[in-house]
């Protein structure tokens, strides 16, 4: 069935953008009529001159934002009254994403055949384990709203964390590429034409200046095999953390790195005592709670630990005893929080307080860094530059001086 991009007002007069599948436009403009929609614009995409080629295998499939966009509208919406199909279908509507809306599509298709919202979305790779049994717990207690509402939260913090992240370890990358960009450019386009005006003056070089024509030279014979070797290290390190083994020491690199390890173990610490919260929040029992958070460490040394919880925790054991004995990983202060947290009943409260705190350490940290890469990455290019101009122009300064003297 065809779908049709539409342009509407509202009873409001507010503005309406958005898609509806229709035999024909005929019918396409009945339906938005009978929504109380007054249609200004309505066309089929892929028709005329601003025809929109889809490639599938090059469209953004749904990702962390689009799922967040979707808990918040969600839980707004049943928070106001609508059941889950009415909500269902407008954020089907609404959907940009085209792949998100196909699978929220499938999903409402299900929840009208009969099935359960949380058994329906278990069905999509999308919504995560911990996504799907949030859900569950929410339609058992019968408040799937305020569960939405604390999923949303959740992920909204997740992403912004993320964000910080990924925020902290583009700008070294960015400078580190183009370093490497303007060296190659030096030493394959500007050396060889000083190498070949300084052999013509048949002076003798500096030690510097004879290894930049030496490396020079290399590059210019084996761009190919070293971009051959650059991307079989590439996936070299792709298989091989592919397996437990090397997952597991590469793992145990990121936390222990000069710099970046301090950031991870925070960023490990806030996810895992968020998780964990959230989880328990929402009425999820601790050994269950634990495996589903394990799984979304993103950290093999943290989910043998979390693994090693829950185990003591079905032999009796509490659970800030198993943390106390990795203080690298998790610090004391977290270890007697959660101890206090067991000891009042307040689990749950207690690790939303770690999480806080080491949110906002996370946020302390990327500011610091950000701060003292940022002088460190001009020096580290200043210095690639300069070894390179000090190299070529060295030799002339010597063929300036003798002449002089002569």
Known sequence: MPVYQYKARDRQGRLVEATIEAED????ARLLRDRGLFVAEIKEPGKGLQAEVRIPALERGPGLKDLTIFSRQLATMLGAGLTLLQALAILERQTENRKFREILKQVRTDVEGGMAFSEALSKHKLFSRLYVNLVRAGETSGGLDVILDR?????EKELELKGKIRSAMTYPVIVFVFAVG??????TGIVPQFAQILTDLGSELPLLTRFLIAVSDLLRAATLPLLLLAVALFFAYRWYYGTPQGRRVIDRLKLRLPVFGNLNRKTAVAR??????????????IVEALDITKGTAGNSVVEEIVEAAKLKIQQGDPLNLTLAQHPFVFPPMVSSMVAIGEETGALDTLLSKIADFYEREVDEAVASLTA???PLMIIFLGVIVGMIVAGMFLPLFKIIGTLSVQ
């Not at 998780?275 to 929040?281: E, G, P, R």
Request: net charge positive; glycine share 6%; no cysteine.
């Open 25 to 28: 436009l005929r019918t396409a």
């Open 182 to 187: 303007v060296a190659y450019f030096l030493l």
């Open 272 to 285: 895992f005592s968020r998780t964990l919260a959230l989880l328990l929040s929402s009425g999820v029992n």
């Open 372 to 374: 003292a890469i940022e």
């Open 151 to 155: 999923l949303a939260g959740f992920l």
